[in-house]
């Protein structure tokens, strides 16, 4: 019988529909499982910071109908290569799995990443799992089937498009994550009501000092209206073709800090956060968004514990150099996404020199 307190969200997209459950206690529920596994193998992937706390509890759980095998790799976005897909990609062989293999994802964005891209390659596809142990993971990379792994030259640049099983987002697990890690979360949260949901920006505006003490209730609702908010767009537009596009406010910009500091230096969400703030006030140099407005958005942003200015060592003809080499480059022009108003995002190509006024506002010389 379907547990009355899970939230369930439907993702139907042509390729594969699959649910998001939002709940406790959904980790080593044998329920939460039934339908989304179907072959006898299952590898769990999961790093060292995650496999002392969970692993034991959902191994015991799939064991009872599957043969279960664990793989716990290095914590950090340096385990996000191609050097640990392919220690994934030899278990799997070493294990004789066939397509009918189950991959669960436990633990955070980059767990989710990892494995995904191992699921979408192995034997040209098999099944995964999604079990999101951060906030960020929950509410954003967990959903929509992007998966891949990190170059030396950018973030993200080697990867396929793969959707899960299913996603199971367990509230009890951000009852262990660090408030660093939380904070990172949380600027993709914010995202959601800058580029699409102007009400769900006031509320989270009115709610932060709550949702920043987790508050279960608080917390259910922040995944529930992100995931909400995420699964919109990618039924609409599951391969980034374009309204897409939008959900990386930010992320042109944050991605270059990344890559200039070295990855895992700042957090993804710290590095989105930053790059949210600097895009907005590229849009204010645009005429769109006004000071108040601006100050707005980096006072929400700021309540969440994120930065809202790069560290001052960065250099900004170095982040030109890393914007311009982004995946979102077309016919050799920097597509980034701004803001028209809170809650109203656009994928701009005519910037002119906004974009360096900017950069020479926030960066080094």
């Known amino acids: 019988m379907p547990r009355s307190d899970v939230t369930t969200l439907p993702v139907a997209l042509d390729t594969r529909a699959y649910d998001i459950h939002i709940a406790s206690r959904l ?57 640990t897909l392919d220690i994934i990609t030899t278990r799997l062989l070493e294990n004789r799995c066939g397509r009918d293999a189950t991959i669960v994802a436990l633990g955070g964005g980059v767990i989710g990443d990892l494995a995904g891209f191992a699921a979408a390659i192995y034997q040209r596809g098999i099944d995964f799992v999604q079990v999101p142990t951060t906030l960020l993971a929950q509410v954003d990379s967990s959903v929509g089937g992007k998966t891949g792994v990190n170059h030396p030259l950018g973030k993200n640049m080697i990867g396929a498009f793969h959707q899960p099983r299913r996603v199971l987002a367990d509230i009890d697990v951000l009852d262990t994550l660090p408030a660093r890690e939380f904070s990172a979360g949380m600027a993709e949260v914010i995202k959601y009501g800058l580029i699409r949901d102007p009400a769900f920006f006031d509320w989270l505006e009115a709610n932060m000092p709550a949702i920043m003490a987790r508050d279960p209730a608080c917390i259910v609702e922040v995944i529930r209206r992100s995931c909400a908010n995420k699964t919109e767009v990618v039924v609409a537009d599951e391969r980034e073709a ?108 005519d910037y002119g020199a906004t974009l360096a006024a900017t950069l020479e506002r926030y960066l080094a010389a």
Do not use: F
Request: proline share 4%.
């Open 242 to 349: 374009g309204e897409r596009a939008l959900l990386n406010l930010g992320h042109t910009y944050g991605h270059a800090l990344e890559a200039e500091l070295g990855y895992g230096v700042w957090l993804h969400g710290e590095a989105v956060a930053a790059g949210m703030c600097m895009a907005a006030d590229t849009s204010r140099r645009l005429g769109w968004l006004d000071d108040a407005q601006v100050a707005r958005i980096e006072a929400v942003i700021a309540a969440a514990g994120l930065p809202i200015i790069p560290p001052p060592e960065v250099s900004a003809a170095r982040i030109h150099d890393l914007m311009y080499r982004d995946k979102k480059m077309s016919a050799g022009a920097l597509r980034l996404v701004l803001l028209k108003d809170i809650g109203h995002a656009v994928l701009e190509r």
């Open 27 to 83: 980790i080593d529920a044998p329920a939460a499982y039934a339908g989304a596994i179907a072959g006898r193998h299952v590898l769990i992937v999961t790093n060292e910071t995650v496999a002392p706390l969970y692993q034991a509890r959902v191994m015991a759980t799939l064991a009872e109908a599957h043969e279960v095998d664990t793989l716990v790799l290095p914590d950090g976005e340096a385990t996000k290569s191609m050097a």
